[in-house]
């Protein structure tokens, strides 16, 4: 037999060997690389939902938080007339559990901006004398249950006309308020005032704000 044909025999029999197999310790190595990789996964999904628990958990803590702060100030108008004597309130107060930062206020009569108190009798006719209250609200904490009377008078006819002017049709009040996070509202008199709007942040009534 030459040379040749004895190579050609054992290429034969290595093909019907089949390829060499894989030792014992390469397929212990694929198996640990297997489960290192399912376990990693699997790490990675606990964390995830760890993370979402933990997110949802926060955040129903702060609106726990936010609820136990919560501010609401009510606008209450107190009047009367009996002929010879009449008199009118109007005042606000907070009836919410938490602080309430009044960061603005806006009143107009008669399609004016009204800026402050005097202005706003002279509008109406009257004057101002030792028969009316004043008082500020903008810029104020109002402590839950504080109550701030804006103005009040005993005058029969100054009495009349705020009561005449506050069911008139087009003159409103809006004011804004906000809680300790910042959380804020806007109440309107045109609308319900026992159903204020959420804002981002307090609008700037600018030079049309009302100042005391």
Not at 12 to 32: C, I, Q, W
Not at 61 to 75: H, L
Not at 93 to 101: E, H, I, M, R, T
Not at 137 to 161: K, M, Q, S, Y
Request: hydrophobic share 40%.
């Amino acid at each position: 037999m030459t040379d040749e044909e004895s190579e050609t025999g054992e290429e034969r029999a290595v093909e019907k060997r089949g390829a060499p197999s894989v030792p014992g310790t390469e397929r212990l190595f694929v198996r640990m690389t297997m489960w290192q990789t399912i376990l990693s996964v699997v790490g990675i999904f606990i964390a995830v939902v760890a993370l979402y628990a933990a997110l949802k958990e926060s955040a129903a803590v702060r609106q726990q938080t936010a609820a136990a702060v919560w501010p609401f100030v009510q606008m209450i108008i107190e009047d009367y007339d009996h002929g010879d004597m009449a008199g009118f309130t109007m005042s606000f107060v907070n009836v919410g559990v938490g602080p309430a930062k009044v960061r603005s206020l806006r009143l107009e009569i008669d399609g004016q901006a009204i800026r402050d108190w005097t202005q706003a009798v002279n509008i109406l006719g009257g004057d101002l004398d030792a028969n009316v209250g004043r008082n500020f609200l903008g810029g104020r904490v109002l402590r839950p249950e504080e109550r701030v009377d804006l103005i009040t008078t005993t005058d029969p006819d100054l009495a009349r006309r705020f009561q005449m002017a506050i069911a008139t049709q087009g003159n409103y009040v809006s004011y804004c308020y906000c809680s300790i996070f910042d959380e804020c509202w806007v109440a309107d008199s045109r609308k319900d005032l026992d159903d204020p709007e959420p804002a981002d942040e307090c609008p700037d009534f600018g030079e049309a704000a009302f100042r005391n």
